[in-house]
């Protein structure tokens, strides 16, 4: 791989990286708020829930696949921070596909009409404690990345 290639990859695979710690952010914070709130306020909040966490698996997709590919262009040489940083980022994949996105699906079923909005709160405490998890998984995978 030649050094614009490379470079390209790079700027990818930072720009994945920074979409991917941005994308879904405030979601916490949001969900508290917009459910504070109540009818009718909370009727779009599953359309900006469901952007943010789509951009959070596809930016975090994009950065492991271009973190490995950068990785592959240095012969996936032993470096324990850059081991570090894929596992962490990895299982911040998994967190978010299999925590944060289910504890999502209960909120959004708390947000009918005709719903109690109190039986959301539960679940938008536990979506805050697994999105704090999953930004924690993000800032090892950064220091690993980095100290690699």
Do not use: K
Not at 126 to 147: C, K, Q
């Amino acid at each position: 791989m030649n050094s614009t290639a490379r470079g390209l990859l790079l700027f990818l695979h930072v720009l994945s990286a920074s979409a991917w710690l941005g994308a879904a952010l405030w979601v916490p914070g949001d969900v508290r708020r917009t459910l504070a709130r109540g009818h009718p306020h909370v009727e779009p909040l599953a359309e900006r829930v469901g952007a943010a966490l789509g951009l959070d698996l596809a930016a975090g997709l994009a950065t492991v696949v271009t973190g490995l590919a950068l990785w592959g262009y240095q012969g996936f040489a032993h470096r324990a921070g850059i081991e570090l940083g894929f596992a962490a980022a990895i299982v911040r994949l998994l967190v978010g596909w299999f925590a944060v996105r289910p504890a999502w699906g209960t909120i959004q079923a708390a947000l009918a009409p005709s719903a109690d909005l109190a039986a959301a709160d539960p679940p938008a405490r536990r979506l805050g404690m697994l999105a704090g998890i999953a930004h924690l998984l993000w800032l090892v995978a950064l220091a690993g990345m980095i100290s690699g």
